[in-house]
């Protein structure tokens, strides 16, 4: 009787599994119908949905403006070649140090079928201006005074001449954008609720956040048509699932590679890297107890090892860092000699834990000391290179706790700039490839208040000069020139401990080629730059 | 169970204000900023008026049907809810039955064969399955039957269709079911070695009733109560391992959308969360309860006694 009753709750198990397996021979079928659209289809994976596809609401990356950049046209592009191009704007010149004419193209029109205006192009520089919006690109515009149109031409004031100027009109927060569309429903613009409309070559067709965004062609486009008739970003946040997507041809690239994994990506795809000057390391508090003593600060410098950290936790993907700013920012702007002899003068502690101990020695805690360091947990280079640090400050006596926080609540902590910052791990890139913009951030005294970035709190007249004169040059090489000597003499009091410089990585299908690309040119249509074969 | 729901709000809503830091910052994300962008977005998401102004006015707005707009993604929080809600409803309700619809009969049959083979198989596959991390579960099973068998896709939610659908969403439901299965079990044969010692059993027996109807009709019937009461709270603990499933599979539910608002300090998609997580929660154990009585008669919620 039991076996009878056995069989009939085996039976009955089966039943319940069977129709899975079904379901499952009938998907296969439905998958390669649609691979069979590949030639024209990009499927090229993300990690993290953009959070809307309207740039005052976001911030740079390479998904939010990747996506974007082919959705909203800029004026100027910036090319794999490191070179400004013409986009929307036919022509554009600086008729002075703080004035800039723009002529806009007559052809082209929003994938609504509107014409792009000059009145358009005008909006869309002044709009994160204004205070009651909120745009957190606001920061690129600051020293805007006035857009005013003249014919086919926008004419942009600014209050003092500006370094990084030339440059902004290539950025996401410069896309152009329609009126009358963002001023009708500016409160759930970008969002699936109200899709955008832009020039550039492809107009969206769905957005579901966490899920994905397709693209299909817009068909109005005034430039010459990009590779593929549409394109989907899939959200798929796991490392190894996106790995299997790869390796299985379900996805034909990604922006997002992990560098701790490079290896296993290499097997399946090409990997692309794309220079972005990403800048992480350690500032300390120069004003708090006992990191206000330099002995102190260079010890900790001594003690860490960046090489090891390169090499072990980003896999060649990453140079160890000697300041903010790596050699390749200043690449066609200051020679290379005069390059390599500004970062020859540079202070750099090499890992040594006998001369971090020596330094130790002549500070009021020479047998160490016990501190936080406040990570975010978002971030697992963050926690990799604070895990490194950890290891090697422990051997000169530092212990050092780690407290993982969420990344907003650890930012905030930077912001409110309180009496005791300590040590703080900070990751960052440049927005626009200009030099003189992290050292501002990091070293400018008018940054070490509260909302500011310069948690080392490093208070310089000297450096302040400098940085200053560095940001209003007009002429690029003596903006370069200022801003690698406010390096050169904030190295000397050890205000950050660089630790690496880093680039994007992305994969693409293996047999296709990806390039020239760099962190910049994401955002203008990267999608030109995959060659499928 | 409306006054649950709504403590549990204003304790998530007060919880997450605690917070030092929070939304504004976790928006700016370390880029360059001003004190007056930084006073404009405290003052436009209400975060400078006192805590319980902001907690009536989130109250005001949830009677009305507005949970408000994500600080994050600036859409309404009501449709981000409404898009993710089918999906995460549908890995737990698929967990949960696969999984008592395969741990429940398994835990009978070894119960019924205690000390044999099948009984050491069973009770080894319970303790595999409910001692797996999730995972491992998920990336196993994402490289065998989705990469090298092909049977399912990789990732994503698939089409509105419901066929579409039901192909994205069998292996991670498959996932979801596997540890509550192997609880299920567990549970299941222990209960039943308890019932089918007792004299009922062996009484049933001697009356010359039907095996069936002594196993399925007296014996599980008595077993079902420890049963309803685990498969209950796997239906509440399956939220949690909807988190990871969803992040394996790339999936837009509710769990990703928590994560993301709580690393964000997003609070209008907190308390939204929190009060459908809420209901889930209260609604979950109502109907345990009312299953409690189906089950077992004797068991009344007369409130005159």
């Known amino acids: 009787m039991k076996q009878v009753m056995f069989r009939r709750l085996l039976v009955l198990a089966l039943l319940c599994v069977l129709p899975l397996v079904s379901l499952s021979a009938a998907g296969r079928a439905e998958t390669g119908d649609d691979g069979g659209e590949e030639s024209l289809h990009l499927e090229w994976a993300v990690s993290t949905s953009p959070d809307t596809l309207f740039a005052p609401t976001y911030f740079n990356s390479p998904i939010g403006s990747g996506i974007m950049g082919l959705i909203y046209d800029n004026l100027l592009v910036y090319t794999g070649d490191n070179e400004l191009q013409e986009s929307l704007a036919v022509s554009w010149e600086a008729t002075s140090p703080t004035t800039y004419r723009y002529t806009v193209r007559e052809d082209a029109v929003f994938s609504d079928g509107t014409p792009v205006t000059v009145e358009d192009v005008a909006f869309s520089f002044r709009f994160h201006n204004d205070p009651n919006l909120g745009s957190r690109q606001a920061f690129l515009f600051e020293d805007v005074v006035s857009v005013t149109t003249e014919g086919n031409d926008v004419i942009i004031e600014l209050a003092e001449p500006d370094s990084s100027w030339k440059f902004i009109p290539t950025h996401m927060g410069a896309y152009i954008l329609k009126q009358s569309h963002v001023e009708a429903n500016f409160d759930s613009y970008g969002t699936p609720e109200t899709l955008p409309i832009g020039s550039g070559p492809y107009m969206v067709e769905e957005f579901v956040p966490d899920s994905h965004v397709s693209l299909v062609r817009n068909p109005r486009y005034w430039g010459d048509p990009p590779p593929f008739d549409t394109i989907r970003f899939p959200v798929i946040p796991d490392d190894q699932t996106r790995l299997l997507a790869m390796r299985s041809g379900e996805i034909d690239g990604t922006f997002n590679v992990p560098p701790g994994a490079l290896q296993q990506w290499d097997q399946v795809a090409e990997i692309v890297q794309a220079t972005a000057f990403i800048f992480r390391g350690l500032t300390i508090d120069m004003e708090d107890d006992p990191f206000d003593n330099i002995h102190v600060r260079r010890a900790l410098y001594y003690a860490t090892d960046r090489e090891s950290i390169v090499a072990g936790l980003f896999a060649g993907t990453a140079v160890a860092a000697t300041t903010l700013d790596p050699p390749e920012m200043f690449e066609g702007v200051l020679s290379d000699a005069e390059v390599e002899q500004g970062y020859g003068d540079l202070a750099v502690f090499e890992f040594d834990l006998d001369r971090a101990r020596q330094e130790l020695a002549q500070s009021k805690v020479p047998n160490g000391f016990s501190m936080t360091i406040n990570v975010p947990d978002g971030s697992q280079a963050a926690i990799d290179i604070t895990q490194a640090v950890q290891e090697t400050w422990g051997q000169i006596g530092v212990d050092v706790d780690l407290n993982l926080m969420p990344g907003g609540p650890r930012f905030q902590l930077i912001l409110d700039h309180g009496p005791s910052l300590g040590v703080q791990i900070i990751g960052n890139l440049p927005d626009v490839p200009d030099p003189a913009i992290l050292p501002y951030q990091y070293y400018h005294s008018s940054q070490a208040a509260r909302n500011g970035n310069n948690s080392s709190k490093l208070k310089d007249p000297d450096i302040d000069e400098l940085l200053d004169a560095a940001l209003t040059a007009t002429d690029p090489a003596e903006s370069a020139r200022l801003s690698l000597q406010a390096q050169i003499e904030a190295s000397q009091q050890v205000p950050i401990i660089p630790v690496l410089w880093s680039d994007f990585i992305f994969a693409v299908r293996d047999g296709w080629s990806m390039g020239p690309i760099n962190g910049s040119s994401v955002s203008n249509t990267f999608v030109r730059a995959i060659n499928p074969r | ?305």
């Open chain 2, 1 to 305: 169970m409306v006054p649950i729901v709504l403590f549990m709000t204003l304790a998530v809503f007060l919880l997450s204000s605690l917070v030092p830091g929070g939304a504004v910052a976790a928006l700016l994300e370390g880029r360059p900023t001003s004190s007056a962008q930084i006073e404009f977005l405290t003052a436009k998401y209400g975060l400078d008026r006192p805590l319980h102004e902001q907690y009536l006015s989130w109250l005001t707005g949830m009677f009305r049907g507005d949970l408000g707009r994500s600080f994050r993604t600036s859409q309404l929080v009501t449709d981000m809810v409404g898009e993710r809600l089918g999906i995460t409803i549908w890995l737990n309700v698929m967990g949960l039955v696969l999984a008592v619809a395969i741990g429940v009969p398994l835990g009978v049959v070894a119960a019924l064969n205690r000390g044999s083979r099948l009984d050491r198989f069973v009770v080894g596959v319970s303790i595999f399955g409910s001692s797996s991390p999730a995972f491992f579960v998920a990336i196993f099973f994402l490289w065998l039957f989705a990469q090298n068998l092909g049977w399912f896709p990789l990732y994503g939610a698939g089409g509105p269709a419901l066929w579409s659908r039901l192909w994205h969403l069998t292996l991670p439901g498959i996932v979801m079911a596997v540890a509550p299965m192997g609880l299920i079990m567990k549970v299941t044969r222990a209960s039943m070695l308890d019932e089918i010692d007792q004299d009922y059993v062996a009484f049933s027996r001697a009356r010359g009733l039907r095996e069936r109807r002594v196993i399925l009709g007296y014996g599980l019937r008595n077993a079902l109560i420890p049963i309803l009461t685990a498969a209950g709270l796997i239906f509440v603990g399956l939220l949690t391992g909807t988190v990871f499933v969803e992040r394996v599979f790339g999936l837009p539910g509710l769990g990703n959308m928590l994560v993301q608002a709580v690393i964000t300090s997003d609070l209008p998609v907190i308390q939204g969360l929190t009060l459908i997580i809420g209901t889930w929660i209260v609604v979950a154990n109502l109907i345990v309860d009312i299953m409690y009585a189906v089950v077992d008669p004797r068991i009344t919620y007369d409130k005159t006694k």
